[in-house]
């Protein structure tokens, strides 16, 4: 089991920046894996990044360039650095961890219990 907390979120400007954190605890080999995901009222929750143990990253289309995903493993804290932020990234952000890859698919079997973010243009 890993348990997981986000922070970091609020409230900011359309063009203004945010960096979420996710701290995790343990065991490690159920982190192989980490992504964050977000959910906007009315809409299915999608996958934003991932990350695994070796670095490699996956972006959804719509952040690729203006997020960055990255974790520091002494800290064992997942961070999300969301720059050129639009009002229709206005969510509630999750953070979530897996032994198997399920990419940017919500099929992680841990996950934290989010943090908003709300973009105002």
């Known amino acids: 089991q890993v348990q997981l907390v986000e922070s970091g979120g609020g409230s900011v400007q359309s063009g203004g920046s945010l960096r979420l954190s996710c701290g995790a605890s343990g065991s490690t080999y159920s982190r192989n894996y980490m992504a964050w995901f977000r959910q906007a009222p009315g809409k299915e929750r999608e996958g934003v990044a991932v990350i695994d143990v070796g670095g490699t990253t996956t972006y959804a289309d719509s952040v690729k360039g203006r997020f960055t995903i990255s974790q520091d493993n002494a800290k064992n804290t997942l961070y999300l650095q969301m720059n050129s932020l639009k009002p229709e990234d206005t969510a509630m952000y999750y953070c979530?961890?897996?032994?198997?890859?399920?990419?940017?698919?919500?099929?992680?079997?841990?996950w934290g219990q989010g943090t908003q973010v709300t973009v105002s243009s």
């Open positions: 979530a961890a897996d032994r198997v890859w399920w990419g940017l698919r919500p099929r992680y079997n841990n």
